[in-house]
């Protein structure tokens, strides 16, 4: 069995795979090289039912067939010593195992709040840091799937027996129990007398804000006739309105398009994405549309199941190629001049390309980048020379550019961009600007400085330092700068480096257990100048320039997200700000002398 972390959460994706194996254990897969690289390998000694990741959690819930949930923590694939037992979370008075579990979900609007289903039908509302069941429901038969209301006030439940129930977080009973395929007028009493059965919900989820407009999908739970395949039908109920569709294949899984990974947010489904088990297929949720398909973008295939397959279009043979979005950088083929991607499969390609312009007035410099889909024109208009030299391996993901003037050295300086790399390389590019006035006959040259280093980390940031302050590229160079006095800060997910421009060597490094970075940045506080960092496990940390002495490493936010993460921000002088959620920014202080002075 196969279980995606960030099923189809492009923005959250962090390009990492876990599949079960075995029954009993588990595996961490980097997808973002072109051929996956195995991570890390967890063995258990119960037999594993579900696994399950809330968006942006560093967590990941294990439940096993003997009722237990163990915790895995995603960043070093280690088992927690927290553990939810079966005897803990179902009543006491239960003396046998609730079954496996089936599933697992986080309440949408709290985190701290988990819904645990066990198969036999008992439901527990789990609090994570009291690490006690604050509500126990108990079904009226085997459960199969739930699914949250984005509100996280309710709940709804599939059932074995082909039944939806609908709960209240602070009610033991259902508010209603229905099945879209059944007589309105039969009662509960009824359905059983006259044998009334339909298949079992195997997936279900639901949307909208209240019963006119709530848009209900589901898998199964559809009438048992012996001349019909039920393993092809999806059911969609929109207010009133019940739709039976029919496809091809047997459906192995949905998943609704959603413009939000966040629930609570209440972002309508535009699409619904079935998987079959010899294809998969795009269908449009807009009424006004009647469930139209969406073209496939890509090439056919002719079996879902397979890792690769062929296709013969035209005499060639195509394979379909997947493209992971990863959680920073975007994937090329090659580097300046002609940006094309490789994420094109069959004859469709999409083409990008970056436009330079410099201004060189009073010996500033600034780089413009614009992205064009059409490449014969951008090549046209950039007017540049690229060395072959320039490729890079095929999958690696730029993750930052910057660009800045550095110190004559061999024959080398002035203009350059340096790129760090998702493999952790880094490298650098001398830019050969032509005068103002002969722009547009004479070529920008970019020509590799020799500057090639490779870090063991993702790159996060570049950074540029002289004397006593960061450079940037808003902060505008007016001379060269003194290579005894210019360093390059290279900030990787687990390392910093600083290195001397004197002799391109390393001169300070951090060690390499300082934690999984995010967000690296120069700030200044007073005259001084520092680097501020934020990792994924929510610590604040400051070093000093260009020493990197560890000057403050404080756990200040116990669980981050996505959100928080990418949108973290110090300010000089001892502020910063974050969003908290789409609509909230928080600030907060770093040095004492800003917190008196907001007490004042």
């Known amino acids: 069995t196969i279980f995606i972390i960030n099923k189809v959460n492009n923005d959250c994706n962090s390009g990492l795979l876990v599949t079960v194996g075995d029954g009993q254990s588990l595996y961490l897969w980097d997808l973002r090289p072109v051929k996956p690289v195995l991570l890390h390998t967890l063995r258990f000694t119960e037999r594993v039912s579900h696994i399950y990741s809330p968006v942006d959690s560093e967590w990941l819930y294990v439940g096993t067939e003997k009722g ?8 070093n694939f280690l088992l927690s010593s927290y553990t939810i037992h079966w005897n803990k979370a179902i009543e006491l008075s239960c003396r046998s195992r609730p079954g496996k579990i089936c599933q697992i979900e986080e309440n949408p609007t709290d985190s701290n709040k988990l819904l645990i289903g066990f198969e036999s039908g008992y439901l527990v509302s789990w609090n994570i840091s ?4 604050e509500t126990r429901y108990r079904c009226h038969a085997e459960l199969t799937c739930i699914f949250w209301h984005h509100e996280g006030k309710q709940f709804m439940t599939g059932h074995r027996d082909g039944l939806i129930a609908i709960w209240n977080v602070k009610s033991t009973e259902p508010t209603a129990k229905f099945n879209p395929h059944q007589d309105e007028k039969e009662s509960e009493a009824d359905r059983v007398r006259s044998g009334s059965k339909f298949t079992a919900i195997e997936q279900v989820a639901w949307y909208g804000k209240s019963n006119s407009d709530s848009l209900i999908i589901l898998l199964g739970g559809v009438p048992i006739h012996s001349e019909t395949h039920e393993r092809n039908l999806v059911t969609v109920v929109r207010g009133s309105s019940v739709s039976m569709l029919e496809l091809d294949y047997t459906i192995i899984a949905m998943e609704a398009i959603i413009k939000s990974p966040w629930t609570c947010e209440n972002e309508p489904p535009k699409s619904l994405m079935i998987l079959l088990d010899r294809d998969w297929v795009t269908i449009d949720l807009d009424a006004a549309k009647k469930f139209a398909l969406i073209p496939n973008p890509h090439a056919g295939l002719t079996d879902i199941i397979e890792l690769e397959t062929q296709k013969s279009t035209d005499s060639e043979s195509v394979k379909p190629q997947s493209s992971p979005n990863t959680k920073r950088g975007w994937r090329t083929s090659k580097i300046l001049g002609s940006w094309k991607s490789s994420m094109s499969s069959g004859k469709s390609s999409m083409a990008s390309s970056i436009n330079t312009s410099m201004a060189s007035s009073d010996g500033s410099f600034s780089i413009a980048t614009s992205i064009d889909d059409h490449l014969g024109h951008s090549c046209n208009r950039l007017n540049s020379i690229y060395d072959d030299n320039l490729l890079v391996e095929s ?17 080398s300086g002035g203009p350059t961009i340096w790129l760090g790399f998702q493999s952790g390389k880094v490298m650098s590019l001398s830019l050969s600007v032509p005068s103002s006035g002969n722009r547009s006959c004479i070529p920008l040259i970019c020509t590799p400085t020799g500057f090639n280093l490779s870090l063991r980390s993702p790159l996060v940031s570049i950074l540029f330092f002289e004397s006593d302050r960061i450079i940037s590229c808003t902060n505008a160079q007016n001379k060269l700068p003194d290579a005894e006095k210019f360093f390059t800060i290279l900030a990787a997910e687990r390392q910093i480096k600083v290195i001397s421009a004197r002799n391109n060597k390393d001169v300070n490094t951090t060690p390499e257990d300082i934690g999984m970075l995010y967000k690296v940045q120069g700030v200044i506080v007073g005259n001084t100048s520092y680097l501020a960092c934020f990792s994924t496990a929510g610590a604040i940390l400051f070093y000093s320039l260009p020493g990197l002495k560890l000057l403050l490493n404080v756990s200040y936010l116990p669980r981050v997200n996505q959100r928080i993460l990418s949108t973290m921000s110090f300010i000089n002088n001892g502020r910063g700000a974050y969003l908290m959620s789409p609509y909230e920014i928080q600030r907060f202080c770093y040095t004492e002398v800003t917190v008196r002075k907001r007490r004042n």
Do not use: F, S
């Open 68 to 75: 237990n949930i163990h915790i895995v923590q995603l960043l």
């Open 130 to 133: 009291e690490k006690i069941a």
């Open 395 to 411: 999958g690696d993901a730029i993750n930052c550019l910057e660009t800045c003037i550095t110190p004559e050295r061999k024959g």
